[in-house]
């Protein structure tokens, strides 16, 4: 049994139920869900596998993921782990194509068969989806075309069809590289990829679960073992698969917009990379610990813009080129750009976006949307960098090809054929091209292989005689084709695109092929189809074209997009309908001729006239906003257009949709509840039925309990505010008509009608209502866009918003809810964006037709009822006669022409304004003659004499006439003012910020300062002012962000780490159980007992220890000292590698400034430290040199302002002069007149600042000038303007100078006055010559005085006029002089500038790397110091521990000597108290140890300073003795074993705190050994980075030196000359200053002394260093002969060599001396007691006696009464004869009496030896005493 795909019709559910696309996605679900059979496959090896490591992804993706094959559980495995068995699907499993493609969906019994409809051909070509071009082999190209994969043969031009399964569509296809299979991604819910084997085309592998509803891309890996897919919205998944086992191997969401691309990188399988909307991600397939899992990088821009990414390829060295929107490459590297190239010139690399990159042999192909094909270098891409801040870099490619123009191209896929490759193109605007990209001299050119339309397809109609078909969209073409013979027959091209076209019914030509089409400007356009054969031969013309289209005529009737075109039914009107809500009526005759139009209340969308069985020609047109109108056809005579085409008094009929499916819906769920509510009670009856026929009553029978159900509520009464869209429409009776509408109202057929009142109400005010309606299954949710009839018309044939083709059988003609038998329906276009544009039967029904906004058109063959025998064949129509001859139609080319309408009123206009200027030229006229006859009557007044002629005021017929023309102008004048007081404040604005552009920032202008008597001048800087921003740069610190070297932080950091070490603490020391206070108080004596001679023996011990512990303290202070004093000696001892600081710093500065230096242009040149420069420090230098020069000129220019302020003042005082002059040579007699001194004037270039001043004179002078050139230039006339008007914008901008003409009149007055004053001094002067008698000596002497004074002071005042000018000529020239000086710096601050300049460029490229480099040494300086530091923390550590451990062990040897001194001598319990200290306890530890591998890691480690007491521990420990240590011995003294016990306590707290300090120890030993790896690691990097630095220092300062640098010379400062003459090359000279050379030859001789002086002290030097080397051996000598006889000393003295410094500070051990004394004051009070203890013993000995003697008393008494006794017995038995034998013998009581005595002797015997061993101790100096145990028997036992 082999999986089942779609079921097909004859298995639906009952009739009416469900809807196409959900019964479509109910059988996808099934194919989905539906699990391969297990018997389907070959048997092969189980496969076992952990539950943790079979899957990629997460369960929930798992349990969303559809599995592909029966998996059956094994059973449960012995082992712990659980497994699954997996069954691999067999390689030669195939699906079964018939079951699993998408089937047509016929409603159930309706009798319409399955295949009503079937594919012929495919004409267009889905252009402008992404990679919609793929090639299988040479010959075999694919793509996608709506629902169907469409695969051209190039050699027949045959086409097969592969159905998509889910009837969604087609998202993608993907070729695999070998070529053998291909991948079909599908759209729709929940799609499959189906992989198909070529060539046999049979479904391969079933990709289930990848996405929601499409997939968007898909690619194979170069070794074609996995497909990577990802989907579309929503949820942009992006799933890698293992294709041929249909599973899942790892998935991820890949972005959350759109994505276009996914690939596998050709290199590295385990990367991907996705681009999209913004966006870029690079993917690599990671193993965590959860699995293998998908992880991704978003690339980030950065500065680039943000742009959407369509084509990009992976190199081979992880890097990954794109393109971007702007047309540049985008290189990528780590997720960053690395760099953008771009073409030379800063070109971009094409025009537009680039839509693919691809590897070619080592080459990289960019294809552009531009037509362009370049090829670039590999190398040249993959090296690229960055060399400034922009991030661009300039590439120049190696190939171009330039495809053609208005070329767009999208994809390119390479093939070979016969061995060659080629390359097969995509064009979004409509083509397939075959390319050849080898660029050689054999290369072909591109061939255009088909031709489509380019993108929507807008219209389309078809011939009513024979099978041709035309369409026309916004690609501005027209194309007719074959749809027999499956051809293409012509096109034609315009300048606009086609909207809407309609082919002219039979009546209207003969020959049948006429066209009209309409446009997006609103033209329409009469096109001829016509079969060039038949055109009489011409040489020149081609006849080959299988058909022509030749423009008939064109008009444009509309402003806008022309929408719909329909022709009368009787052909004699056409009605054009457009977007500009008007309908324009044309007659068709020959040439078509506008009636006029009628406006209409919206869009227009659809134009439909009355068939011919209505009674009267009316046409229905159709509003997008929800109206219907209805108007009859216009009669052409009754309507004259002479003025407007309007028709203003045709019947208008209005329909307003108003909105019924709120109330639809509400009345059907009313039923769909009633009848719910028929059926239980239905249901009720038959059950209470049942019971009675069981013989129970109404009475017994129970009644189940209803339970109550909650209702939902019903649905709301909605009617949309504005009503949806009309999408289509037609006429069923006469005022009758069904509409199909958009939006809310989507689903249903609405049966209206015109209302027979319509009013006055406006068409927007209305709300019809249809009266029937029809609810057609699954239109819900998709719209009927075109509704068409065949010509029985019981086929309804309807265009769907979903690119479905649905067909309503009818019972009869007419349409009703009744008359429909069930519906076919099959998907064609793309389900997304294919909705049906046109669809049209053919004239005999045979084939039909449709077209969609993807880009496609299909055609198919219409099920017949007979057999078609006959060949079919289209015939095009033969051209007319005289075709040839007549001239083409005039097109309407430009898209703003006007309108018919338009063009009229223009026509109108112009005439109204042809009589109004007629008119305004009568009257001109009129005025003209009137004003003559005014000038000739006031010219004969004026010849009238004095006393007849008329005032000119008697001329005014009323003078209120004139005071109201005055009032008007006033009051036009102020209009004016106030119109132009927006200009004038414009170009006020204007002139100020002209001011602030090109003035404000001038600080000084150019003026010009010229000499008096000379023509020497001088000129100021032109001098702009500096930027604060540049002063306060030139004032910081030039070292401000000199980053800092790794020497600089280490010196920094030396101080620092010095103190932190100072101040380290130890961190890790573990607190020992046994205080130093303890211990301490051991050491402490006790208290000291009154005076006695025994405490005063222990004083004298003290007094004595005492004195020698000093002594001793003393020996210690001297020798130390003394060692202290050796060690300073030593210290300033120099090492051999000594060096004196003050030659070191002379070595280092003869290093710097002596020797042979590195030239900065050798390789091994080492720039210094200090001397190393950066952008920072250049931008300082930069702004520093532009301050100085600019503070420079500055100065200078204030100098020179400040000449020419003196030259004013000079000019000033010398016409005060020689007014002064003039006044006394007028008194002189002109003989004696001197020449008066010519007054320098003030140029203009020494007063600039006047330029900018001006008045209203000069502005008029300006104007008028401006006038003059205008009109010779015969450019525009300007009307002339008042003064204060048109000119008043300028003022208030500057200083306002006064006229020239105020001042010249200034002048003039100035002149008149002095000459009135001249001429009346003269007439005074002459009157008193007149008058005056002769005068006396006295007079004429004093005249005399007089001259004398005026000659001296004419001579003065002319000599004070030339030493003015002389003094400033000489001011000016020194000034002069100076500047010159300044010039030649600022010349060369200039060029240092400009190098300066030059070295920043370069700085600022080299900036970013050397921070990058710097940032690196610092930061592996910074670590190596850290991990220093922690190197010597942990030394400190170390030690500190260790030093601890010392302490331990010492405590642990004080307390064993402790123990030995506490055992005392001859102790006979020694060696148990020795085993009791020694044995090992396992303790309670204070801290909880996690886990039990911790047991192993607490183990006690045993050091080789342990005490050998430890040893003897472990020998005794190895014996099998067993002993109790908890309970002390008989006879050991319980004292002696507490203390041992308690020291056993504080042994075992010293040993754990030794085991925690060298577990610390070794802790941080490991830790040092592992960072000490680490800082050679750092060291070794920080080596690295600091040699790369170096190496890059080095570059940057050789690419410094290629820097020219200009040094301006004098010839006498040339003095590299070569036979007398200077060398034409001076590339090997140096440039130095004199006083260089001078100093250098200077040095010379100063270093010639030095060597001089130099050699004398090396020899004095030499001789002193052998004075002392003798010295030294003769030193060394006396030291051994001393050394010698100390020894012999010592060994005379003491027998062997001793260490005397220890002989002298020897002293007591104060811890043997401190246990003497505690061994002393025990001693003392244990002989007190001893004392007390004899005299104790002493008393009990007379005690003893006494009762000794009473006791032998009493046994003497009872010795006598045992004689008497026994004298008695005797008597008595001699009495009794033998009587009471039983009692003869010893008694048992007198045989223990016996012994108890016995024993007590014994007793007594032992305690006499122990009293006397007591004493023989107590005789001994150093005896201890210890109780004696207690008897075995108390005192006085045997009295008992």
């Not at 089942?4 to 479509?24: I, L, M, T, V």
């Not at 978003?298 to 084509?311: N, P, Q, V």
């Not at 390829?313 to 080129?321: A, F, H, S, T």
């Given at each position: 049994m082999e999986p089942?795909?779609?079921?097909?019709?004859?298995?639906?559910?009952?009739?009416?139920?469900?809807?196409?696309?959900?019964?479509?996605k109910e059988k996808a679900k099934k194919v989905a869900d539906e699990k391969t059979p297990f018997s389907a496959f070959q048997e092969e090896e189980k496969l076992y596998e952990d539950e943790e490591g079979s899957e990629g992804y997460s369960d929930e993706e798992e349990e969303e993921e559809v599995e592909p094959i029966q998996i059956e559980k094994p059973p449960e495995p012995v082992k712990k782990k659980k497994v699954k068995v997996e069954k691999k699907i067999s390689e030669n499993f195939y699906y079964n194509y018939e079951e699993l493609c998408a089937l047509p969906f016929v409603t159930p019994d309706s009798g319409i068969p399955l295949d009503l409809l079937s594919l012929i051909h495919s004409f267009g070509y889905d252009c402008t989806r992404r990679a919609n071009i793929q090639m299988l082999d040479s010959v075999t190209?694919?793509?996608?075309?709506?629902?169907?994969?469409?695969?051209?043969?190039?050699?027949?031009?045959?086409?097969?069809?592969?159905?998509?399964?889910?009837?969604?569509?087609?998202?993608?296809?993907?070729?695999?590289?070998?070529?053998?299979?291909?991948?079909?991604?599908?759209?729709?819910?929940?799609?499959?990829?189906?992989?198909y084997e070529y060539p046999s085309l049979r479904p391969y592998r079933v990709l289930r679960g990848g996405t929601e509803e499409a997939y968007a891309f898909a690619d194979f890996n170069r070794s074609g073992t996995l497909i990577a897919t990802v989907g579309s919205s929503p949820d942009y998944m992006l799933t890698v698969w293992d294709w041929k086992q249909e599973k899942i191997v790892l998935r991820a969401k890949a972005f959350s917009q759109d994505v276009f691309r996914v690939t596998f990188s050709p290199e590295n399988e385990e990367q991907l990379t996705t681009s999209g909307s913004g966006h870029i991600k690079f993917w690599k397939m990671a193993l965590t610990f959860t699995g293998l899992k998908l992880q991704g990088a978003?690339?980030?821009?950065?500065?680039?813009?943000?742009?959407?990414?369509?084509?990009y390829?992976?190199?081979?060295?992880?890097?990954?080129?794109s393109g971007s929107e702007w047309g540049n490459l985008l290189l990528w590297e780590g997720g960053l750009i690395k760099v953008e190239l771009c073409r030379p010139g800063r070109k971009n690399c094409h025009n537009g976006p680039i839509n693919q990159i691809i590897l070619d042999e080592g080459e990289v192909v960019s294809v552009g949307s531009d037509g362009f094909i370049r090829v670039w270098d590999f190398e040249t891409i993959d090296t690229a960098d960055i060399v400034d801040d922009t991030g661009l870099l300039e590439v120049e490619h190696i190939n171009e090809l330039l495809v053609g123009k208005n070329v767009n191209l999208n994809y390119m896929v390479k093939i070979h054929e016969r061995g060659e490759p080629f390359w097969y193109a995509q064009d979004a605007n409509g083509a397939i091209w075959k390319l050849d990209l080898s660029f050689t001299n054999v290369t072909h050119d591109p061939e255009c292989l088909f031709t489509f339309h380019s993108g929507k397809i807008e219209a389309m109609c078809v011939s009513p005689v024979t099978y041709i078909m035309a369409t026309t969209g916004l690609d501005r073409t027209v194309r007719v084709f074959d749809f027999v013979d499956n051809v293409q027959l012509t096109e034609m091209k315009f300048k606009q695109g086609g909207t809407v076209m309609v082919w002219a019914p039979n009546v209207v030509n003969p020959k049948k092929g006429i066209m009209v089409v309409g446009f997006q400007d609103g033209v329409v356009r009469v096109i001829e189809l016509f079969d060039p054969k038949g055109l009489p031969v011409v040489s020149g013309r081609d006849k080959g074209a299988p058909a022509a289209l030749r423009l008939k005529q064109a008009f444009k009737p509309h402003t806008t997009i022309v929408t719909a075109l329909a022709y009368e039914r009787n052909g004699e009107l056409l009605a054009t309908g457009s977007n500009d809500k008007t309908v324009f009526f044309f007659t068709v005759e020959d040439k078509y001729e506008a009636i006029g139009f009628i406006s209409v209340p919206g869009p227009v969308q659809a134009l439909q006239w009355s068939p011919l069985s209505h009674p009267e020609s009316t046409l229905l047109i159709l509003c997008k906003n929800g109206i219907v109108v209805q108007v009859p056809a216009p009669d052409p005579g009754n309507y004259n257009a002479a003025t407007t085409y309007r028709i203003k008094d045709l019947p208008t009929q209005y329909f307003r949709f108003s909105s019924i499916k709120s109330r639809i819906l509400l009345q059907e769920e009313l039923e769909r509840r009633e009848k719910v509510r028929l059926e239980k009670e239905k249901a009720k009856q038959e059950w209470i039925q049942q019971q009675l026929n069981e013989g129970k009553t109404m009475e017994e029978i129970e009644f189940p309990q209803e339970e109550a159900v909650e209702e939902e509520p019903l649905p709301e009464i909605y009617i949309p505010e504005t009503p949806s869209p009309i999408l289509c429409g037609f006429y069923s009776r006469p005022g009758k008509f069904w509409l199909s509408l958009g939006e809310y109202d989507t689903g249903f057929l609405f049966h209206c009608a015109f209302s027979h009142q319509q009013g006055d109400k406006e068409p927007e005010a209305r709300k019809d209502e249809p009266f029937a309606y029809i609810h057609l299954e699954d239109t819900d949710d998709t719209a009927i866009r075109r509704i068409v009839f065949c010509s029985t018309g019981l086929l309804m044939i309807c265009g769907m918003q979903d690119g479905a083709v649905r067909i309503y059988a009818l019972y009869e003609k007419s349409l009703s809810k009744d008359n429909i038998a069930g519906y076919w329906s099959y998907s064609m276009h793309d389900n997304n964006y294919g909705q049906i544009q046109g669809i049209y039967p053919s004239f005999d029904d045979r084939f039909l037709v449709t077209c969609g906004a993807d880009g496609n058109i299909f055609t198919y063959n219409i099920l017949s009822a007979e057999e078609v025998k006959k060949v079919l064949k289209a015939k095009v129509p033969s051209p007319r006669r005289g075709l040839e001859k007549e001239r083409a139609a005039e097109d309407i080319v430009d898209p703003t022409a006007y309108s018919i309408e338009n063009a009229k009123q223009k026509k109108e206009h112009d005439y109204i304004m042809r009589i109004a200027e007629k008119k305004k030229s009568i009257k001109r006229q009129e005025l003209s003659t009137l004003r003559e006859e005014f000038q000739n009557l006031l010219q004969m007044n004026r010849q009238l004499p004095s006393h007849m002629q008329f005032h000119r005021a008697q001329f005014e017929l009323d003078r209120r006439i004139r005071a109201e023309m005055d009032r008007k102008t006033a009051h036009k004048i102020r209009l004016v003012l106030k119109e132009l007081a927006w200009e004038q404040e414009k170009h006020r604005i204007g002139l100020r910020k002209v001011e602030n552009r090109f003035r404000a920032s001038l600080e000084y202008d150019t003026i010009v300062v010229c000499a008096m008597r000379s023509n020497h001048r001088i000129s100021t800087y032109r001098l702009l002012s500096i930027s604060e921003k540049l002063y306060n740069v030139s004032k910081q610190s030039q070292a401000g962000k000199r980053r800092t070297s790794k020497y600089d932080h280490k010196g920094k950091d030396t101080d620092q780490r010095t103190e932190t070490q100072k101040d380290a603490k130890p961190k890790f020391s573990t607190q020992a159980s046994i205080s130093e206070e303890e211990v301490d108080s051991e050491k402490l004596p006790k208290k000291a007992h009154p005076h006695t001679v025994a405490s005063r023996i222990v004083e004298n011990r003290m007094e004595k220890l005492r004195k020698i512990i000093e002594k001793a303290d003393r020996a210690k202070a001297k020798i130390q000292q003394r060692r202290s004093e050796w060690e300073e000696l030593f210290k300033s001892k120099p090492s051999d590698d000594y060096e004196d600081p003050q030659d070191v710093e002379n070595i280092k500065e003869a290093q710097q400034n002596m020797g042979d230096f590195k030239l900065k242009t050798a390789t091994n040149y080492k720039i210094p430290e200090h001397m190393r420069i950066n952008a920072d420090k250049k931008t300082h230098q930069l702004a520093s040199l532009e301050v100085a020069i600019h503070d420079k000129k500055l100065e200078m220019n204030k100098w020179i302002v400040s000449l020419r302020d003196l030259k004013v003042a000079i000019i000033e005082e010398i016409q005060c002069v020689v007014q002064e002059l003039k006044k006394i040579q007028s008194s002189l007699h002109p003989s004696q007149h001197v020449p008066v001194p010519p007054i320098p004037q003030l140029l203009p270039e020494e007063t600039p600042e006047k330029q900018f001043q001006y008045d209203s004179e000069r502005l008029m002078k300006f104007k008028r000038d401006m006038e003059e050139q205008v009109r010779l230039k015969e450019t525009v006339q300007v009307a002339p303007s008042g003064e204060g008007g048109g000119l008043g914008g300028f003022g208030g901008g500057f200083y306002r100078a006064p006229s020239v003409k105020d001042l010249e009149a200034a002048m003039r007055s100035t002149s008149l006055k002095s000459m009135k004053i001249a001429s009346g001094t003269a007439q005074t002067v002459k009157t008193f010559e007149f008058e005056a008698v002769e005068p006396t000596e006295l007079e004429v002497e004093i005249a005399k005085r007089g001259e004398i004074r005026n000659i001296y002071m004419q001579e003065v005042l002319v000599k004070r006029v030339h030493e003015l000018m002389i003094t400033f000529d000489a001011e000016l020239r020194l000034l002069r002089h100076q500047k010159l000086k300044l010039d030649i710096m600022m010349k060369t601050a200039d060029l240092r500038h400009i190098t300066w300049f030059q070295e920043l460029l370069l700085l600022k490229n080299f900036e970013k790397h050397e921070n990058i480099l710097q940032e690196r040494v610092n930061s592996l300086s910074s670590?190596?110091?850290?991990?220093?530091?922690?190197?010597?923390?942990?030394?400190?550590?170390?030690?500190?521990?260790?030093?601890?451990?010392?302490?331990?062990?010492?405590r642990e040897k004080i307390l064993y000597a402790t123990f030995q001194v506490s055992l005392g001598e001859n102790n006979k319990f020694a060696n148990f108290l020795t085993k009791v200290l020694k044995k090992r306890i396992k303790r309670v530890k204070k801290k909880e140890v996690e886990g039990e591998g911790d047991e192993d890691e607490e183990s006690e480690e045993e050091s080789d300073e342990e005490s050998s007491l430890e040893s003897d521990e472990e020998e005794s420990g190895s014996e099998d003795e067993v002993f109790d240590d908890s309970v002390c011995p008989k006879n050991c003294d319980e004292a002696l074993f507490e203390n041992t016990l308690l020291l056993r306590e504080k042994r075992l707290d010293i040993e754990e705190a030794l085991v925690e300090e060298k577990k610390t120890v070794e802790n941080v030993k490991k830790d040092y050994d592992v960072l000490a790896k680490k800082v050679k690691v750092v060291a070794a990097s920080l080596d690295a980075a600091d040699w790369e630095l170096e190496a890059y220092q080095r570059e940057k300062q050789q690419r410094l030196n290629e820097l020219y640098v200009v040094v301006p010379l004098k010839l006498h400062q040339v003095e590299y000359i070569s036979n007398g003459e200077i060398p034409s090359d001076l590339s090997q000279s140096l440039v130095f200053t004199n006083q260089s050379l001078v100093n250098l030859q200077q040095r010379i001789i100063v270093l010639q002394e030095e060597k001089l002086e130099q050699r004398e002290l090396y020899k004095k030097a030499r001789q002193q260093h052998k004075q002392l080397i003798r010295d030294r051996r003769d030193m060394m000598l006396k030291i051994d002969r001393l050394e010698e006889k100390c020894n012999e000393l010592m060994m005379l003295k003491f027998g062997r060599l001793v260490n005397l410094e220890a002989l002298q500070t020897l002293s007591v051990n104060t811890n043997l001396e401190e246990l003497r004394m505690k061994m002393m004051e025990k001693e003392q009070a244990q002989a007190a007691e001893l004392r007390k203890w004899e005299d104790k013993i002493v008393d009990l000995r007379q005690e003893l006696m006494m009762v000794t003697q009473e006791n032998t008393g009493k046994l003497k008494q009872m010795n006598t009464f045992c004689m008497e006794k026994m004298t008695l017995e005797t008597k008595l038995d001699a009495l009794q004869n033998n009587l009471g034998a039983e009692f003869q013998g010893p008694r048992k009581a007198d045989i223990e009496e016996k012994e108890k005595l016995i024993a007590l002797v014994q007793l007594q015997a032992q305690e006499a030896e122990v009293l006397k061993e007591e004493?023989?101790?107590?005789?001994r100096k150093d005896g201890r005493i210890f109780p004696p145990s207690q008897p075995g028997y108390p005192q006085g036992g045997m009295l008992d």
């Open positions: 089942k795909g779609e079921q097909e019709a004859k298995d639906a559910k009952e009739e009416g139920k469900g809807s196409p696309s959900e019964e479509h190209l694919f793509y996608i075309a709506g629902n169907q994969l469409v695969m051209l043969n190039l050699l027949t031009k045959s086409q097969n069809y592969l159905r998509s399964t889910c009837g969604g569509g087609i998202g993608v296809i993907a070729v695999h590289p070998n070529k053998t299979y291909f991948a079909v991604g599908e759209k729709g819910w929940k799609p499959n990829m189906i992989i978003l690339g980030r821009f950065g500065k680039t813009a943000l742009t959407d990414i369509e084509g390829v992976e190199l081979p060295d992880g890097k990954v080129l670590e190596e110091e850290e991990m220093q530091n922690k190197l010597n923390s942990y030394l400190a550590q170390i030690e500190e521990k260790k030093a601890e451990i010392a302490k331990l062990q010492e004493i023989t101790l107590l005789s």
